[in-house]
């Protein structure tokens, strides 16, 4: 079945630093792929999506773009900050539901 | 206005009671989803319903009882608690099933 792999957290930068979060996936077919952030103690956002091969898809600094040839979406931005800290979550769809992968933290620290 | 609002925020019970939690969208979408995420941030869908209709009913006790009055609305009920079942509990809705979720903020529920 379809599935996410993102990179196991955590993730510790300093502020200003340069963010990758991994994100590689398995899929029948072309789903849409999405980025959703979880502030703590907050539900998750909607981050960014692409929805086709080469699709970029950015939002707040963040940028992914969808590689078919490699199955990954990886998340980057170039300076993170202390309010980026949060836990981000992979995930593509099915048609059906959106499929997750375990969530990568990230903590920036000042 | 918030988009998908859920109540309570916190629940705290004892174990082999029964609770609820509520959920409604206003922003008029045909989907409502119930998740279940765990102390590791782990996300596990529960239930889908599309315009009051059960489309998503994964691997889940028997004990969980999804009600939708109108596509609006998604309520749980939970009977006869366990340890197990202290989570926090998303609400979320989409347009569609296969496009991006509006969350809650979250019921944390507390099973002592």
């Known amino acids: 079945g379809d599935s996410v792999t993102q990179m196991e957290g955590p993730v510790t930068l300093s502020e200003e630093a340069f963010l990758t979060i991994n994100c590689t996936y398995t899929?029948?077919?072309?789903?849409?792929l999405f980025w959703y952030v979880q502030y703590p103690g907050e539900g998750l956002q909607l981050l960014l999506k692409a929805t086709k091969a080469d699709d970029k898809g950015s939002n707040k600094g963040f940028e992914a773009t969808y590689r078919k040839e490699t199955t990954s979406f990886h998340l980057e931005k170039g300076s993170v900050q202390v309010s980026d800290s949060a836990v981000y979550f992979c995930?593509?769809?099915?048609?059906?539901?959106?499929?997750w992968g375990l969530g990568t933290s990230l903590a920036v620290n000042p | 206005d918030t988009a998908v609002s859920q109540t309570p925020k916190y629940l705290v019970t004892q174990m082999g009671n029964d609770k609820s939690i509520k959920c409604e969208q206003n922003l008029g979408h045909d989907t409502m989803y119930w998740y279940k995420q765990d102390s590791k941030k782990f996300l596990k869908i529960m239930f889908s319903?599309?315009?009051?209709?059960?489309?998503i009913n994964e691997t889940v006790p028997n004990r969980f009882s999804p009600k939708s009055p109108d596509k609006a609305h998604l309520n749980l009920h939970i009977n006869s608690l366990e340890l197990g079942d202290s989570a926090v509990y998303f609400c979320?809705?989409?347009?569609?099933?296969?496009?991006?979720?509006?969350f809650g903020s979250g019921t944390r529920l507390t099973v002592v």
């Open positions: 899929a029948t077919g072309y789903p849409s």
């Open positions: 979320a809705s989409s347009q569609g099933a296969g496009g991006g979720y509006t």
């Open positions: 319903y599309n315009n009051k209709e059960l489309i």
């Open positions: 995930a593509l769809t099915d048609r059906r539901k959106l499929i």
